[in-house]
């Protein structure tokens, strides 16, 4: 990373949280633009040293990974795991073989002590292969030791989606009207919890019965509000004695967060009877339901955000009910 990304880098640090997403984007284009213009050296007084310590090499990639938009979870996981990895094997990062990381798969998965999933193994796996991939491209590494070893398969388990019996279950079991709008809003829309909790009062559009929601890299969408839905939603807002902008508000807070919502959510589950209670499956269900009701899955991927359609179709639940009617269908 060279002074001018650096500068970049520090600059949209310091807007961070100070000013909404449109606004940081704006000048981070901006900087780009300006600096290209110039050769910019940092002033030094002391013999230049070249930092090439796998901490500092890891701190470029999350910075350049925070600026190609990807999520601040997501960032965390990378730092955390190839942290762990660099720590464990204690070598230059250029001396780092496949052979490194198998056995520190294998470590992981049999000396620590804690039962560890092929389906984490994995997770961890794609967490060193973009940082290693990462090096190698900007040269900094040879070959990327990662690039010999293969995905690790592991059993997908069946995610099924609430059926209407449990929806009605949960719905019952709300102690109050925010609490309703909010199980209404997370089914009709499909959106990821954190995208919920980032909404705004304005940006619901009542008139249109839709709403524009900020997904993944910083990616707008445009999903949708059934009369139902519409109905809590107003209703909750109208009762509303706060003049918060947060869509909704939690107890004491102005914003109810992505922890609340996920709370939230499990508490109704326990109080309906209702297992697996979580936000991530009103999305599942959503997509579901609509495949199942005849929606091209294109525009399924659309209202959940999706690039890849592959994607859409690991969030879909396939009933045998569903398959067995189409064998008749077309088979007998």
Not at 215 to 232: C, D, F, P, Q, W
Not at 311 to 319: A, G, K
Request: with cysteine.
């Amino acid at each position: 990373m060279d002074i001018r990304e650096q500068i970049i880098h520090k600059v949209m640090e310091a807007l961070e949280g100070r000013v909404d997403t449109g606004v940081t984007d704006t000048v981070q284009d901006i900087l780009v633009i300006e600096l290209n213009n110039y050769e910019v050296q940092e002033r030094c007084t002391e013999i230049a040293t070249v930092d090439n310590s796998a901490e500092n090499m890891l701190k470029k990639f999350l910075a350049t990974k925070r600026i190609e938009g990807i999520a601040e979870s997501t960032l965390h996981r990378y730092a955390d795991e190839n942290r762990k990895l660099i720590q464990f094997l204690g070598k230059p990062l250029y001396e780092v073989t496949a052979y490194d990381i198998r056995f520190y798969l294998s470590y992981r998965r049999e000396k620590t002590g804690v039962k560890v999933s092929n389906r984490t193994l994995d997770g961890m796996r794609r967490c060193y292969s973009s940082f290693f991939g990462w090096l190698s491209a900007e040269g900094l590494i040879g070959r990327n030791p990662c690039a010999a070893i293969k995905q690790i398969k592991y059993r997908k388990k069946v995610k099924k989606p609430y059926s209407a019996a449990e929806m009605e279950k949960l719905r019952m079991a709300c102690g109050n009207i925010r609490d309703l709008a909010l199980l209404d809003f997370l089914y009709c829309t499909g959106c990821r919890v954190s995208e919920v909790a980032r909404l705004n009062i304005d940006d619901i559009d009542f008139e249109r019965m839709e709403c524009t929601v900020l997904g993944k890299g910083n990616k707008e969408r445009t999903v949708y509000l059934s009369e139902v839905a519409a109905m809590h939603l107003k209703d909750y807002l109208f009762a509303r004695t706060d003049k918060g902008e947060a869509l909704f508000s939690g107890k004491g807070t102005e914003r109810l967060g992505k922890n609340g919502i996920e709370v939230l959510l499990k508490r109704i589950g326990g109080k309906a009877g209702v297992s697996n209670v979580h936000p991530h499956r009103y999305r599942r269900t959503l997509a579901t339901n609509l495949l199942d009701r005849g929606m091209n899955i294109q525009d399924v991927a659309a209202i959940l955000g999706h690039a890849d359609l592959k994607t859409t179709q690991v969030y879909c639940y396939i009933s045998q009910k569903n398959v067995k009617t189409a064998y008749n269908k077309y088979a007998i």
